[in-house]
């Protein structure tokens, strides 16, 4: 399924996504909100315009792959995929419940279209690069996307990833990372800097594009792009804005693992609400 929504439909969609998450999230009592929100406008990317997939066919052969290995910011993509038919809408409800599907972090055992489990970071980015060399190995045309955050660039294992995939070629990969400066215990340049990812992944002889991650316009465009490159994996530094959307969550690091209470669910609604009109 692939389809070509106008820049602004996708915006008012992303902008529905994000009311999703507050309400999953203010139901679950638990979860992480500030990375969630803050991807809310790459995840309708992928979903609504450039995925190759069939929501009644998840494990459809010649579907792209994507994977997400920063897993803890799941509700995102459960809300994509609800509103581009995976499952029901009303199913967002049971986010962290017991016996539900759309567990806290993702797991393939409880729903196989998620393509794998996620968790513990850094691994999510060796699953997509193997998923990549496995479909060069088999000649099919499929690309993969790999989401990931800049926390999880303090791992040894992403960086061992990042190599292999430019030994071998893969330009069949697409890696997004959330640049969004924030991880748990605080802002990314306190905990472990990771200073110029640009340059670094140049080193590594990927082809690396920087972005507006809340940007529509720039993160089609530099998708497209990406498609075209040969011969070496690709990388989209994508910044965004931890929180986007809800005016006492941006910015703030202490809304990577926070979830809203009832009262400020009401008042982010209303902000993303208004932000329609």
């Known amino acids: 399924m692939k389809k070509s929504y106008k ?3 996708l915006q008012e969609k992303a902008n529905i996504i994000r009311q999703d998450i507050i309400k999953m999230l203010a139901e679950a009592g638990s979860g992480h909100s500030a990375g969630s929100l803050g991807l809310a406008d790459i995840f309708v990317a992928l979903y609504f315009n450039i995925l190759n997939h069939d929501p009644k066919k998840p494990k459809w052969e010649k579907r792209d792959r994507l994977c997400l290995s920063n897993g803890h910011v799941v509700p995102v993509r459960y809300a994509a995929m609800a509103r581009s038919g995976y499952f029901s809408i009303s199913k967002l409800k049971t986010l962290r419940k017991l016996g539900s ?62 190599m292999a995939a430019a030994k071998y070629k893969l330009d069949n990969l697409i890696f997004i990372v959330d640049r969004n400066m924030i991880q748990i215990d605080g802002f990314t340049k306190n905990i472990m800097p990771l200073n110029n990812l640009y340059e670094k992944y140049q080193a590594f002889k990927w082809h690396v594009q920087q972005i507006d ?43 990577h693992g926070k979830v809203p209470s009832e009262i400020e669910a009401e008042r982010a609604l209303k902000e993303l609400q208004g932000a329609l009109k």
Do not use: R
Not at 110 to 127: K, N, R, T, W, Y
Not at 233 to 247: E, L, N, Q
């Open 101 to 162: 599907p759309l567990q806290g972090h993702p797991s393939y055992h409880d729903f196989p279209a998620l393509e794998h489990s996620s968790g513990p970071l850094g691994q999510g980015v060796s699953v997509a690069v193997g998923m990549a060399l496995a479909a060069k190995l088999k000649k099919q045309k499929h690309f993969v996307y790999c989401i990931t955050s800049d926390g999880e660039h303090n791992e040894g294992q992403t960086w061992e990833a990042v």
């Open 213 to 255: 991650g809340n940007d529509m316009k720039q993160i089609l465009k530099s998708i497209e792009k990406a498609k075209q490159i040969k011969n070496k994996p690709k990388v989209i530094i994508a910044h965004t804005i931890p929180g986007k959307g809800v005016s006492f969550m941006e910015n703030k690091w202490q809304w």
């Open 7 to 9: 820049v602004k439909q």
